[in-house]
């Protein structure tokens, strides 16, 4: 008979490797366990924190012996601040988790038998990278930070080491600042940094207007804001840019969820027309701007869900697709009315691996394969990552 647990019990485990979510997975008798802010080959004394059925969630007590792959964070927040949940990891070990991960979604999810090799691109540097941030604030206390590890509890950051020094100092200057007059409770700071030293930044609780800001990517100046969506790791915009586009050309290329434009300039360059299809009308402004300022006339912006567009049976027969979703994905609905243009060859740009392989399931279902898989590491010392799938029709297929 399986032995009974119960939350608040203690268990010495070994973590055999890392799983989705950037969790340990171990494995006491009868109950699957899965640990948070663990390292593979460590040998840990955890204690469960909720049960799930045969499942469990244990948060580390102590590590009774540390894996090889263990390394001590720098940053005082680690184990309490929800961001950097891989930092007690040395790079290597970081990169092969991902790729682990990616392959753990494509197989298990996905359902599908990938025998290539995962590229990597690993992030020049580790530190000291990100564009975007969003700070949470509460002006009675004059703390500012982010969300504790499972909890809306606010955690007063000081420094935060993964920022560009840009958004270091904004995050200073937004300290100095706060005052019990702003808000009533807990207010958000969006922060966005360009490449020139500029800063921009949005709350709905400051009556500061929001800056526009620059960054050349692919050769091509883009004007974006904290109001608009840009990719955060200031060193792989280009190499990014370089692997979703790839060789691609021809007549007509679509770009999904384009936001300001980062890859729409770029495929202008080797489309005859490209369509860019953004909801967030700011962003849209920006992409129009963008390509008015590069002297690009063969674009044509729609201000529109992904879904209304495909919906609305304007979209022609593409070369070309390129879809980058947000982190939820995008609707069975989408994919199969995008799978019903037939496009030649499509670039999945995903920031989440599961909904990656949900989505890859249904392209392979439906005549294409997948040509090539690539993981590009634009958030170290987090579990989270960029990957970017390469897709091209093999064959004509009835959409079911």
Same mark, same amino acid.
């Given at each position: 008979?399986?032995?009974?647990?119960?939350?608040?019990? &203690?268990? &010495?485990?070994?973590?055999?490797?890392?799983?989705?979510?950037?969790?340990?997975?171990?494995?006491?008798?009868?109950? !699957?366990?899965?640990?948070?802010? #663990?390292?593979?080959?460590?040998?840990?004394?955890?204690?469960?924190?909720?049960?799930?059925?045969?499942?469990?969630?244990?948060?580390?007590?102590?590590?009774?012996?540390?894996? #090889?792959?263990?390394?001590?964070?720098?940053?005082?927040?680690?184990?309490?601040?929800?961001?950097?949940?891989?930092?007690?990891?040395?790079?290597?070990?970081?990169?092969?988790?991902?790729?682990?991960?990616?392959?753990?979604?494509?197989?298990?999810?996905?359902?599908?038998?990938?025998?290539?090799?995962?590229?990597?691109?690993?992030?020049?540097?580790?530190?000291?990278?990100?564009?975007? #941030? /969003?700070?949470?604030?509460?002006? /009675?206390?004059?703390?500012?930070?982010?969300? /504790?590890?499972?909890?809306?509890?606010?955690?007063?950051?000081?420094?935060?080491?993964?920022?560009?020094?840009?958004?270091?100092?904004?995050?200073?200057?937004?300290?100095?600042?706060?005052?019990?007059?702003?808000?009533?409770?807990?207010?958000?700071?969006?922060?966005?940094?360009?490449?020139?030293?500029?800063?921009?930044?949005?709350?709905?609780?400051?009556?500061?207007?929001?800056?526009?800001?620059?960054?050349?990517?692919?050769?091509?100046?883009?004007?974006?804001?904290?109001?608009?969506?840009?990719?955060?790791?200031?060193?792989?915009?280009?190499?990014?840019?370089?692997?979703?586009?790839?060789?691609?050309?021809?007549?007509?290329?679509?770009?999904?969820?384009?936001?300001?434009?980062?890859? !729409?300039?770029?495929?202008?360059?080797?489309?005859?027309?490209?369509?860019?299809?953004?909801?967030?009308?700011?962003?849209?402004?920006?992409?129009?701007?963008?390509?008015?300022?590069?002297?690009?006339?063969?674009?044509?912006?729609?201000? #529109?869900?992904?879904?209304?567009?495909?919906?609305?049976?304007?979209?022609?027969?593409?070369?070309?697709?390129?879809?980058?979703?947000?982190?939820?994905?995008?609707?069975?609905?989408?994919?199969?009315?995008?799978?019903?243009?037939?496009?030649?060859?499509?670039?999945?740009?995903?920031?989440?691996?599961?909904?990656?392989?949900?989505?890859?399931?249904?392209?392979?279902?439906?005549?294409?394969?997948?040509?090539?898989?690539?993981?590009?590491?634009?958030?170290? /010392?987090?579990?989270?990552?960029?990957?970017?799938?390469?897709?091209?029709?093999?064959?004509?297929?009835?959409?079911?």
């Amino acid at each position: 008979m399986n032995k009974k647990y119960k939350i608040g019990d &203690e268990l &010495e485990l070994n973590i055999e490797k890392i799983v989705p979510r950037g969790l340990g997975l171990a494995f006491a008798e009868g109950l !699957t366990v899965f640990v948070p802010l #663990a390292a593979t080959d460590d040998r840990i004394r955890a204690e469960i924190v909720e049960i799930k059925g045969r499942s469990a969630f244990a948060e580390i007590v102590s590590v009774l012996k540390p894996s #090889a792959d263990r390394i001590e964070p720098p940053c005082p927040y680690f184990g309490t601040c929800g961001g950097c949940d891989f930092m007690h990891l040395n790079y290597t070990a970081q990169l092969s988790a991902k790729v682990a991960m990616i392959r753990d979604c494509i197989e298990r999810i996905g359902k599908i038998d990938y025998q290539k090799d995962i590229a990597v691109v690993e992030s020049p540097s580790q530190f000291g990278y990100r564009l975007r #941030a /969003q700070w949470r604030a509460d002006p /009675q206390t004059g703390e500012i930070g982010y969300y /504790q590890r499972n909890s809306r509890k606010l955690v007063d950051v000081k420094e935060c080491l993964v920022l560009v020094p840009e958004l270091q100092a904004e995050l200073n200057r937004c300290r100095a600042n706060l005052s019990p007059e702003l808000a009533a409770g807990t207010m958000q700071i969006d922060a966005a940094a360009g490449d020139n030293g500029e800063v921009s930044t949005y709350s709905a609780d400051l009556l500061e207007p929001t800056k526009e800001i620059g960054f050349t990517a692919a050769g091509t100046r883009l004007a974006f804001s904290a109001r608009s969506f840009f990719q955060g790791n200031r060193f792989l915009v280009d190499k990014l840019v370089e692997v979703a586009i790839g060789n691609a050309s021809g007549k007509t290329a679509l770009d999904l969820y384009c936001g300001v434009g980062l890859f !729409t300039l770029p495929l202008a360059r080797k489309f005859t027309n490209v369509i860019g299809v953004e909801d967030n009308e700011k962003a849209v402004e920006l992409a129009n701007a963008n390509a008015v300022r590069t002297g690009l006339e063969n674009i044509d912006l729609y201000a #529109a869900s992904v879904r209304d567009y495909l919906v609305s049976g304007e979209a022609p027969k593409p070369d070309f697709v390129l879809l980058d979703p947000p982190r939820a994905g995008t609707e069975k609905e989408t994919v199969m009315n995008l799978i019903a243009l037939e496009p030649k060859r499509i670039s999945y740009v995903a920031c989440e691996p599961s909904i990656l392989a949900r989505d890859l399931r249904r392209f392979v279902d439906n005549g294409y394969a997948i040509e090539s898989i690539t993981a590009l590491d634009l958030f170290p /010392q987090t579990h989270h990552g960029e990957t970017v799938a390469q897709l091209v029709r093999t064959e004509s297929e009835a959409v079911s």
